[in-house]
């Protein structure tokens, strides 16, 4: 067979696979996407003084 009579015969088949190659499509949603969360945040501060500035607030509550 020449190289003529080899793509004739090849063209059809590849055409015909080249039809079935599956196709992927990205669209954006119709519906808004909402996402709920239930959060419980809790923190603690903890904070180190002097005991020279705890007698000081302890003495001196008006300051603040």
Excluded: Y
């Amino acid at each position: 067979m020449t190289l003529i009579t080899k793509a004739l015969v090849w063209l059809p088949v590849w055409g015909l696979l080249a039809g079935c190659v599956p196709r992927i499509e990205v669209a954006a949603p119709k519906e808004p996407i909402t996402i709920n969360m239930n959060v419980k945040i809790e923190h603690e501060i903890h904070i180190r003084v002097d005991k020279d500035v705890e007698t000081l607030l302890k003495n001196q509550s008006d300051l603040f």
